[in-house]
């Protein structure tokens, strides 16, 4: 599935706040996008500071140059053995452009004050990363990874975001979400942040397990959409299918001046977020409760067999193998567990 960025904004100049049916949003499904947010000069140079990052043999006109190996904060790696992704962090932080495009964004910071509570918001000390995706076309058949920013170290957050540079068109390498996971895995976290020790929660990693075996949206959009979304959001870089296109993304963190790594949970999930709970609207006591299960009701042979098949995903993900065979691995193992459960010939 797939949405469009900012497909319903009125123009360059329309009003840098979040709508009462977007707050609803988020609180339902996890994240909102907003149209239009960054200014197009600092995108530009933005995009210039990544270019000059990569490989001297990288022709920024010419993708038949983008071969070979790029050093990142996770080493050094093909293009294809990284699915095309790449995370510029250290090398870039504290670059101005960048801060002042995104980090230090007024308008970002009152959208974020719009659901945590007016004033509220502590500046980032620096933004995440910039994370370009380059085209792996051969890669087609290979699932997305989907994950929760639950880092040791990093500082807590309660709102991330994640900013088109450039146009992500359909297959892109858009930002993939799983709406509605935020909420199914809050009440499995034991901090109300965005610590590691959730990962270490048994009922946490059930949950992910199950949700990533869903489809999630693939987020399209034009340069200067912003996506806002919950810390305990499940989500994934998607892969970019489109030869001669890179994904231009920027990925920042906001946190709040009471959020600690080692607060407890509450037992809402909107405890301490003002503007969600002065909204008060039925979509928001409604959000409050845990989305439903993906495999609740789902007989346990079936339920197995759908794991299973994830496994073999998983697996194969980490198999430097061609993409058809990929898919033809799976079918075989979809042909296999499906036998099990209705019988040849089904």
Known sequence: MTQIAGENAIGQDFPMHLSNDEIEDFAFHGYVVKANILDPALMRRAVDVMWSKMPQRFERNNSSTWRGKITDCSGAHSIGARDGKVKLREEIWGNTVIDEMVTY????????EQLVGPGSVVAPERFRGLYPIFPTPEYESVPVIPHVDFDGSALPFKVGIAAYLEDVPEHGGGFNVWPGSHRTLFYECMTNSSSFKNKKARGFRTRVKEISKTEPVEITGGAGDVILYHFCLMHAAGINLIPGHVRQAVFCNYRTKVCRMDAPRPDNIWDGWVGIMDLGSPKIRQSMRPARSPLRG????DR?????VASMKRHLLRTPIRAHKVLRELRRHLRRSIEAIMGPGS
Request: no cysteine; charged share 20%.
């Open 105 to 112: 964004n007024e308008n970002i910071i009152r959208m974020i």
């Open 298 to 301: 789902i007989a346990k042979t």
């Open 304 to 308: 197995a067999s759908v794991i299973n």
